[in-house]
């Protein structure tokens, strides 16, 4: 299962109100596309949807599969499989890259004690996973994004979503500092989870990132709300005319 | 105020316990010329022993309490008992350990850690070493690794030699005073050229009330050997405050290599005040690691003399200060030749109002050409109450050389208490991350049993900050 929807959502932080009433509906299933000008909100609303604790949520419901999540701690929000791969993932010094991909790995499989058959086959799968997505094994020793380059960082973003087979993922500009190779692989990541059980919120600028992932809607934001929807023509539009013929 | 119970209850359940015991010499409480006298007579020492107590005693007494860094004025030392002697016997088989006193130690997990990954255990118990240990093929290469007292009547010329030469009893308040007073402590002494390849441990135990605890420790590692050494300390949870007054010299001469590990974990009556210092002879390298947990009161410097051209000293530390904490600690070196080098890294956790001072110094003497230096200490502070200060301080009398200095003061951050919990992490399990994030540049240089206990008693510290 993995629909998601937001009614009437209003929110600010430190008094400024930065969503005016998003509505939005991602169905079971849907991957759809969220773009919009710089400073429309599009970040904030990924964050506020997993629960940022900056974030003052005024009025409005944000409700995964049914349940109204907006209550619940962002870890709770986690478990009921709520991913967000970050836009500028924050280094965590100290803390292994590998052990935040266990942690994921086995609360995912309800596993508490680490066997040496879970570890193993978790070394086999991350070994698959970091392939598929052209990073070294290597990166297994590094902090968590520490000392990454912005491509990296957005790479291994896609590798703790693959491990966590979130059944809604919330994918903010991870299209963005990829050259062509790297933007494919985590293109086909994103699509290997595709499925009946699963839906994503894609945010970005560009065009590129969908032609590989080619979603079932787009929504358009700006000044903290939805000001068009559609289907993918409404891409080819933006490319050409750009964001001057929306609504005020 | 919860939390603190919670955490002084399970410092109560796994060292606060105390177990009673008789022992079989106490002097009275209290400090004057005859109880020197009376230790000194009870060790059957040689008479410059004596001298030199006497002599350290007088400078004791005339010495002000320092009026820089932590509170002190609480203490009273006329309230102190200066011995206790918990058995008349030492031995190197554990089974000819007193009862009550295997008790503790077998609580504590000493013996355990002998068997799985030490070359050489040491335990002492208030005043005395009561069990002391060493793996047969160092001692047959001549690795000595006995009790400071033992050292004394069994290797008086290499004792006599070293003894007093790192820290004199002048030093300071703290140092003559253990000068005074000292009993038990580690002696180790490594032969030219000998590598001990797995560490050698002490362990300290404060079990009485109102005792004070002076152990002596001297590392010789003679030419071109080397040795790591760790101590591990922990008292019971009294209302009274103990006393703690250490000194450590360590003398690694040329092309020596001593690390040095502590990791202290006194219960939060303890007075922890301890002068610790090294001398590094041509191209020898001195390491401390200071990990620094509990305590009332810590004041503790370790520093390296780096006396011959080409030696290095590097000191990493830590320090928790919790609820009536005050960690003032921090790290000095001296570069007094050329092409000498040192790195500190001081990383400091403050909560439920503690507080951590940080002081360093480095001094980098004319004619220390080509020296370099670099102090780097971070604080991270985890709620409103604590505090932090750092005092770093660099002294530069030669031209041709480089010293730096970095300092870092943080909270937890928010967004990557974000990041963590968006991955699926409880508030209390990313803050723990986080936490433990911040220490592991320490922690990733201990032995791998002794990373894992660390990390598991900042858990619990950590553990019940909502």
């Known amino acids: ?68 999540v907006l209550a619940l701690q962002p870890h709770e929000r986690a478990e009921l499989g709520l991913f967000l791969a970050f836009q500028n993932p924050i280094e965590v010094p100290g803390v292994g890259l590998s052990h935040l991909l266990w942690t994921i790995y086995r609360k995912k499989r309800g596993l508490e004690k680490p066997t040496p058959q879970a570890m193993a086959e978790f070394k086999k ?58 933007l494919k692989a985590v293109a086909s990541a994103v699509d290997s989870l595709r499925g009946a059980d699963f839906g994503a919120l894609v945010i970005t600028h560009y065009q590129r990132i969908l032609d590989y992932l080619k979603p079932d809607a787009v929504h358009i934001m700006q000044d903290g709300k939805i000001a068009a929807s559609g289907g993918p023509e409404l891409v080819q539009k933006l490319e050409k005319e750009g964001y001057g013929w929306l609504a005020k | 105020m919860t939390a603190n119970i919670e955490v002084n209850q399970k410092y109560a359940e796994k060292y606060g316990w105390h177990d009673d015991l008789q022992y079989t010499h106490v002097t009275q409480v209290g400090l004057t010329e005859s109880t020197v006298r009376e230790i000194s007579a009870v060790k059957k020492e040689p008479k410059w022993m004596l001298d030199f107590r006497l002599l350290a005693l007088k400078i004791f007494e005339q010495k002000p309490m320092p009026k820089w860094g932590a509170n002190l004025s609480d203490i009273d030392f006329q309230k102190t008992i ?42 002492q118990y208030d005043s005395e070493v009561v069990y002391h240990k060493i793996r047969e093929d160092l001692e047959k290469k001549g690795v000595i690794f006995t009790d400071t007292d033992s050292a004394l009547q069994e290797h008086p010329e290499i004792f006599k030699k070293h003894f ?17 007073v000292w009993s038990g402590g580690s002696f180790l002494y490594v032969p030219a050229g000998v590598h001990v390849d797995i560490p050698l441990q002490a362990y300290f135990r404060i079990n009485a009330k109102n005792v004070g605890q002076f152990e002596r420790t001297l590392i010789i590692a003679e030419e071109g050997s080397s040795v790591h050494y760790i101590e591990g300390c922990s008292a019971p949870s009294y209302s009274q405050d103990s006393l703690h007054a250490a000194v450590v010299e360590v003398i690694a001469k040329k092309n020596a290599k001593v690390r040095y590990t502590t990791i202290q974990n006194w219960s939060n009556n303890v007075y922890n005040l301890v002068t610790k210092r090294a001398h590094a002879h041509e191209g020898a390298t001195v390491e401390w690691l200071d990990g620094n947990l509990g305590s009332k009161v810590t004041m503790k410097y370790p520093s390296v003399m780096l006396l011959g051209p080409d030696s290095k000293a590097e ?60 102090m780097k200490c971070d604080a991270l ?8 200060d750092t005092i770093p301080s660099l002294e530069i009398g030669e031209e041709d050389s480089k010293a730096g200095h970095e300092a870092t003061c943080s909270r937890i951050n928010e967004d990557q208490l974000f990041y963590l919990a968006s ?34 008693l900042i858990t619990l510290e950590m553990e019940g900050n909502g």
């Open chain 1, 1 to 68: 299962m993995g629909y998601l929807e937001i009614k009437d959502l209003h929110v600010s932080v430190d008094g400024k109100k930065i969503l005016n009433g998003i509505n939005l509906r991602v169905e079971d299933g849907q991957v759809c596309a969220l773009m919009g000008p710089n400073g429309s909100g599009k970040s904030t609303l990924s964050a506020v949807i997993m629960g940022h604790p900056k974030y003052k949520v005024e009025k409005g419901q944000i409700i995964l599969n049914g349940k109204d």
């Open chain 1, 125 to 182: 799968e991350v070994t698959a996973k970091l392939e598929l997505l052209g990073l070294n094994s290597a990166f297994m020793d590094r902090d968590v994004n520490g000392g990454l380059s912005g491509g990296e960082r957005k790479r291994t973003e896609a590798l703790q979503m693959l491990l966590a087979e979130p059944g809604f993922a919330m994918i903010d500009e991870i299209d963005s500092g990829l050259d062509i190779d790297s």
């Open chain 2, 82 to 123: 200066y011995y206790m002697r918990p058995s008349d016997k030492k031995t190197g088989n554990w089974d000819d350990v007193p009862e009550d006193i295997k008790r503790t130690f077998d609580k504590l997990g000493i013996p355990e850690a002998e068997r799985k990954f030490l070359a050489g255990v040491g335990a």
């Open chain 2, 164 to 180: 007093g030469t790192v820290v004199p009893a002048a030093d300071n308040k703290f140092a003559a005073l253990n000068s005074a």
């Open chain 2, 315 to 374: 000191i990493l530390s830590i320090a928790y200060a919790g609820q009536g904490m005050n960690q003032d600690a921090g790290s000095k070196v001296f570069h007094f030749a050329p092409r000498t080098t040192s790195r500190i890294l001081s990383k400091s956790l403050s909560k439920n109002g503690g507080k951590s001072v940080f002081r360093g110094l480095v001094r980098i003497m004319k004619g220390a050409t080509g020296a370099q230096a670099h």
């Open chain 2, 381 to 388: 502070i985890l709620d409103k109450q604590s505090k932090s």
């Open chain 2, 423 to 456: 991955r699926g992490l409880s508030p209390d399990a990313a803050r723990n991350a986080l936490v433990l994030g911040f220490v592991a540049p320490f922690t990733k240089e201990l032995p791998m049993e002794y990373a894992i206990e660390l990390n598991r």
